[in-house]
């Protein structure tokens, strides 16, 4: 079954940049579908960060776009989220999923932005 | 690109139905047949329940039902069960030439 797992350091410095990686297993990313990211602060509801393609092209959120990258190596079948000039309103936490109806999800990591 | 409007709770008694709203724009429920609903239980991940409007994933129970009607998407939930008590949220693909996602801002669905 298609299962997605993040990883990354759940602790990042005000204006430093949050990195984040999803692996997925039990398909592969150059199969098809948009791969993406969503994030919830803790105690509030969801948020869409972006997705990205198999083939590479990407869509961000609008209120986001200025800082963020997402990038897919699929060679290791995984894919990234990169958001830059952190703050504490950046503390959540962070979802991957698989398509724009998001139908698998992983089980999220929290980030928590603070010196 | 504000977030869709839903009410911040909805409750019923077991074996009851009810209904969550889900409110947009032009731009985004009433543009696209893409809308999404997810139940997110305390501490999990949210969990996929309607997609493409009114499509169930394998494994949803039948209790659950989209529907849409202009720039309103609507989850039905019938036959209330104590499980189904949760956050449940919309969401809708938008925009044309730089196309979104957006989320609505929640609905606690409590059974009585």
């Known amino acids: 079954q298609v299962q997605l797992q993040e990883s990354g350091p759940g602790l990042v410095k005000p204006s430093e940049t949050l990195s984040l990686t999803c692996a997925v297993s039990g398909y592969s990313i150059s199969s098809g579908y948009y791969w993406g990211w969503i994030r919830q602060p803790p105690g509030k509801g969801l948020e869409w960060i972006g997705s990205i393609y198999h083939s590479g092209s990407t869509y961000y959120n609008p209120s986001l776009k200025s800082r963020v990258t997402i990038s897919v190596d699929t060679s290791k079948n995984q894919f990234s989220l990169k958001l830059s000039s952190v703050t504490a309103a950046d503390t959540a936490v962070y979802y991957c999923?698989?398509?724009?109806?998001?139908?698998?999800w992983g089980q999220g990591t929290l980030v928590t932005v603070s010196s | 690109q504000s977030a869709l409007t839903q009410p911040p709770s909805a409750s019923g008694s077991p074996g009851q139905s009810v209904t969550i709203s889900c409110t947009g724009t032009?731009?985004?429920?009433?543009?696209?047949?893409?809308v999404s609903w997810y139940q997110q239980h305390p501490g999990k991940a949210p969990k996929l329940m309607i997609y493409?409007?009114?499509k169930r994933p394998s494994g949803v129970p039948d209790r659950f039902s989209g529907s849409k009607s202009g720039n309103t998407a609507s989850l039905t939930v019938s036959g209330l069960q104590a499980e189904d008590e949760a956050d449940y949220y919309c969401s809708s693909y938008a925009g044309s030439n730089n196309p979104y996602v957006v989320f609505g801002g929640g609905t606690k669905l409590t059974v009585l």
């Open positions: 999923a698989r398509g724009l109806s998001s139908d698998h």
């Open positions: 493409e409007v009114s």
């Open positions: 032009s731009s985004d429920v009433g543009g696209y047949n893409y």
